[in-house]
């Protein structure tokens, strides 16, 4: 592929971005500045997403990096990626256990009663897809009332710290195969490539920074386009999960803080062999940084499908590693799409000249034909 260099384009690009921050700020004169505080509280989903997909968890900066972009999630995202590559990496965390979760929202569609109760928490699930025409008006003194009355109404005395697994009492049933320590280094995608096939690790950690809209279309055709196959949620969990890492000194677990996190195991019919053993249902498993509940559902659905591709061969695009793993990330895909806006003109002059060589080559032929 070929570019031609270009000189003189210095200022029209110093317009080009100085037009773009006179759009950023167009209100200047009615209107005050996003805080990071404002966009971080009250757009809490689309920091979410931007932390996900950046693979960073640090809300305040994806709330400067959504600010910056615009609202662009996939430019905030590749920002908050370059960010973290330019910091050093002081210390690697253990496994963490989720079960510890401090947690704001646990449903199951598999059961009705669940160990511990369903949390619905905080989710527009259960609300009519309307708009809330009173939100275009909403004054102050409306906005401190909401949540001063929420605050009023909530006792957390009778919640327990933790709650057990849905999947556990699967396990203990013989439903779900037993669980398996793995002693293997978890695969780190911000270092080695991916080299296929590749463990399951490196399919999860890929997945969990993916593009939300990505995933979830090549999660639906899974379960809408290509395989008859109907997962169930045995848990959805969005909480605080605490983050241990070892003490410098002594090398005892500290706590060093928690993070935002939504996990999702699925459950789907037995798709083994014979030799496996007796059928057992299949589990799917997604989790990722924010409040993200599609994306965690998709990466769920996603990874029962690939274990089944690793296992028997892919039989649709849904279960082929290489197609799935390689299409999900938006700052790949986006930069790619980008790219077409860069100078093309020796390709695109190399076209034109075989174009009008063919043409030229074919006219008397057509002439001799006439």
Same mark, same amino acid.
């Given at each position: 592929?070929g %570019?031609? &260099?270009?000189r003189?384009?210095?200022?029209?690009?110093r317009?080009?971005e100085?037009?773009?921050?006179?759009?950023?700020?167009?209100q200047?004169?009615t209107?005050?500045p !996003?805080t990071?505080d404002?966009?971080?509280h009250q757009?809490?989903?689309l920091?979410?997403?931007v932390v996900?997909?950046g693979? !960073?968890y640090?809300?305040?900066l994806?709330?400067l +990096?959504?600010?910056q972009?615009?609202?662009?999630?996939?430019e905030?995202?590749f920002?908050l990626?370059?960010y973290?590559s330019?910091?050093? =990496?002081l210390?690697e965390?253990?496994v963490?256990?989720?079960? *510890?979760m401090?947690l704001?929202? =646990?449903?199951?569609?598999a059961f *009705?009663?669940?160990?511990?109760?369903?949390?619905?928490?905080?989710s527009s699930d259960? +609300?009519?897809?309307?708009?809330?025409?009173?939100?275009?008006y909403?004054s102050?003194?409306?906005?401190? *009332?909401v949540s001063a009355r929420?605050?009023?109404?909530?006792?957390?005395s009778?919640?327990?710290?933790?709650f057990p697994k849905?999947v556990d +009492?699967?396990?203990?049933d013989?439903l779900l195969p037993p669980?398996?320590?793995?002693r293997n280094?978890?695969?780190?995608?911000?270092?080695d490539?991916l080299?296929?096939p590749?463990?399951?690790?490196?399919?999860l950690a890929?997945? &969990?920074?993916?593009e939300t809209?990505?995933m979830?279309a090549?999660a639906y055709?899974n379960?809408?386009?290509?395989g008859?196959?109907?997962?169930?949620i +045995?848990?959805?969990?969005?909480?605080?999960l605490?983050v241990?890492?070892? #003490?410098?000194?002594?090398?005892?677990?500290?706590?060093?803080g928690?993070?935002?996190m939504?996990?999702?195991e699925?459950?789907?019919?037995?798709?083994?062999h014979?030799?496996d053993?007796?059928?057992k249902?299949?589990?799917?498993y997604?989790?990722c940084?924010? #409040?993200?509940?599609?994306? &965690?559902?998709?990466?769920?659905?996603?990874?029962?499908a690939?274990q089944k591709?690793?296992?028997?061969?892919?039989?649709?695009p849904?279960?082929?590693p290489?197609?799935v793993?390689l #299409?999900?990330?938006?700052t790949?895909s986006m930069?790619f799409a980008? #790219? %077409?806006?860069?100078p093309h003109y020796v390709?695109?002059q190399?076209d034109?000249d075989r174009l =009008?060589?063919?043409q030229? *080559?074919a006219?008397?032929e057509?002439g001799?034909l006439a």
């Amino acid at each position: 592929m070929g %570019y031609v &260099a270009i000189r003189g384009g210095g200022n029209a690009i110093r317009g080009a971005e100085a037009a773009l921050e006179a759009m950023r700020t167009a209100q200047a004169d009615t209107a005050a500045p !996003l805080t990071l505080d404002t966009i971080e509280h009250q757009l809490r989903l689309l920091t979410s997403r931007v932390v996900s997909e950046g693979g !960073l968890y640090h809300p305040r900066l994806a709330a400067l +990096a959504i600010k910056q972009t615009q609202g662009d999630t996939l430019e905030a995202a590749f920002a908050l990626r370059a960010y973290r590559s330019t910091k050093p =990496r002081l210390l690697e965390a253990p496994v963490q256990d989720s079960s *510890k979760m401090r947690l704001i929202r =646990r449903i199951s569609s598999a059961f *009705k009663d669940i160990p511990g109760g369903q949390m619905l928490g905080p989710s527009s699930d259960y +609300a009519l897809r309307l708009l809330r025409l009173d939100l275009a008006y909403e004054s102050q003194e409306a906005f401190r *009332k909401v949540s001063a009355r929420f605050m009023d109404g909530v006792d957390e005395s009778g919640l327990p710290d933790s709650f057990p697994k849905v999947v556990d +009492a699967l396990r203990a049933d013989g439903l779900l195969p037993p669980l398996r320590q793995n002693r293997n280094t978890a695969f780190d995608i911000t270092r080695d490539p991916l080299v296929f096939p590749v463990p399951r690790s490196a399919a999860l950690a890929t997945m &969990a920074r993916a593009e939300t809209g990505s995933m979830l279309a090549i999660a639906y055709s899974n379960m809408r386009g290509y395989g008859d196959v109907h997962p169930t949620i +045995a848990e959805l969990r969005v909480g605080y999960l605490p983050v241990t890492v070892p #003490h410098p000194v002594t090398g005892e677990p500290i706590e060093a803080g928690e993070v935002l996190m939504t996990e999702c195991e699925v459950v789907a019919m037995y798709e083994g062999h014979e030799q496996d053993g007796p059928p057992k249902f299949t589990l799917g498993y997604g989790a990722c940084f924010g #409040h993200n509940e599609v994306k &965690a559902i998709s990466m769920a659905i996603l990874d029962r499908a690939l274990q089944k591709g690793m296992r028997d061969g892919p039989g649709n695009p849904s279960e082929d590693p290489e197609f799935v793993l390689l #299409h999900i990330d938006g700052t790949d895909s986006m930069g790619f799409a980008s #790219h %077409y806006k860069m100078p093309h003109y020796v390709t695109f002059q190399s076209d034109m000249d075989r174009l =009008r060589a063919t043409q030229a *080559k074919a006219a008397p032929e057509d002439g001799a034909l006439a």
